[in-house]
């Protein structure tokens, strides 16, 4: 089974994954940078090649609101937002976790209002991270369309929803050649999604009633230990992924790692910046590498550990603010790698805030710099 290789941005990459999932229904609202998504569903459809109800309702509340019933009714779901539609769904995304309703939604990282903007900046699905959504952040189109099988496959064993994260304009509307896997070979990746639990009439079940103290508290257990499947789960679907197209991404990747002093740590299309970084670094003679983190909910602890394990210096590069804290994932990782054996020392520097461009000699800088200083709980803005 070969696969058709052509030209795709990231939004039109995740269709075509949405397209080779074959959900049934499909709730979307376009929004600016994510529209294409959509666009692209609907030429599919018209075209009689994607076999899924496509609701056009009247915001981004009323998208989850029909995505939710539809995962419960037992059949595949798939939608996509961006920035200030995901943040309108915020409500819903606590309710699409605790109904146990394996969703998956790409969203299109984009800076949140106000003051208004279009650009890269992934402060919109960090701050959703509580709700119970697994979370995963990529860097390129052919990375997208792999990450939103791999997403249902591992969405649909836990039973919990998952976010596929796309930076704008930097992924979204990027332009690369994508690998399309025929449809045979994401059937067989895939199988039909066959809940054992469903709004059937046949078989009479409900949702959404009024629980007691405990009830609720072992509901939440529950969520906690699927959760904590996901890791591995996620690294065996990724495995299985490779043994058919060749393709692996990992839970968290290191690159150029062994024997580093020093390793960047960020997330999404930073990634490859920060990769033309290390070999200049590298080519220069200091001991540098990249850990790209692809799994940010639940965060891979174990992982993240492990990659790290004998480095000096950490240097966390955010493009996130959250008032107050600073930057997520340097506070995260902060977090994951409290009371380890010999922990590194962690630089948090907020780097690409709002979609500044962070070409590849700023990061040579920022690191030179970091690594020189003594580190900070505090992160650092980005001069």
């Known amino acids: 089974m070969k696969p058709q290789r052509t030209l795709l941005t990231g939004n039109h990459a995740v269709a075509w994954g949405a397209r080779l999932a074959r959900p049934k229904v499909a709730p979307v609202y376009p929004i600016t940078p994510q529209t294409p998504v959509l666009e692209l569903l609907t030429d599919f459809q018209a075209a009689g090649e994607f076999d899924a109800e496509i609701i056009t309702v009247e915001s981004e509340h009323s998208v989850m609101s029909a995505c939710i019933p539809a995962s419960l009714a037992g059949v595949r779901v798939f939608t996509a937002t961006a920035s200030q539609g995901l943040l309108l769904m915020h409500e819903l995304l606590h309710y699409a976790a605790g109904a146990r309703a394996p969703i998956v939604m790409a969203n299109i990282n984009r800076t949140v209002a106000s003051p208004w903007a279009f650009w890269p900046d992934q402060t919109d699905s960090l701050a959703q991270r509580d709700t119970g959504w697994i979370q995963f952040y990529v860097e390129s ?137 290390v070999d200049a670094l590298r080519d220069a003679g200091a001991a540098v590498g990249l850990v790209k983190l692809r799994l940010f909910r639940p965060l891979p602890v174990a992982a993240l550990r492990a990659a790290l394990a004998g480095v000096r210096d950490v240097v966390v590069l955010d493009r996130n603010h959250s008032p107050g804290l600073g930057g997520v994932l340097h506070q995260e990782l902060r977090g994951a790698l409290y009371g380890m054996d010999g922990a590194p020392r962690i630089h948090g520097l907020l780097a690409g805030v709002g979609g500044v461009n962070v070409p590849p000699q700023r990061i040579v800088e920022l690191v030179r710099a970091a690594v020189a200083a003594e580190p900070r709980t505090e992160s650092v803005w980005m001069e």
């Open 141 to 277: 189109p052919q990375e997208a369309l792999d990450t939103v099988l791999q997403a249902y496959r591992v969405a649909e064993q836990v039973r919990l929803p998952a976010m596929v994260n796309l930076d704008a304009f930097y992924v979204s509307h990027s332009l690369e050649p994508v690998a399309v896997p025929p449809q045979a070979l994401a059937d067989a990746y895939l199988p039909p999604f066959d809940p054992p639990h469903r709004l059937d009439p046949a078989q009479p079940e409900s949702w959404g009633n009024v629980v007691s103290q405990d009830m609720f508290c072992r509901h939440r257990r529950d969520i906690e230990a699927a959760m904590a499947r996901v890791p591995a789960l996620a690294a065996e679907a990724d495995r299985e992924w490779a043994g058919l197209t060749g393709r692996a991404w990992g839970v968290v990747e290191r690159y150029r790692c062994d024997g580093a002093d020093a390793v960047v740590v960020t997330l999404g299309s930073m990634c490859g910046t920060a990769r033309e970084a």
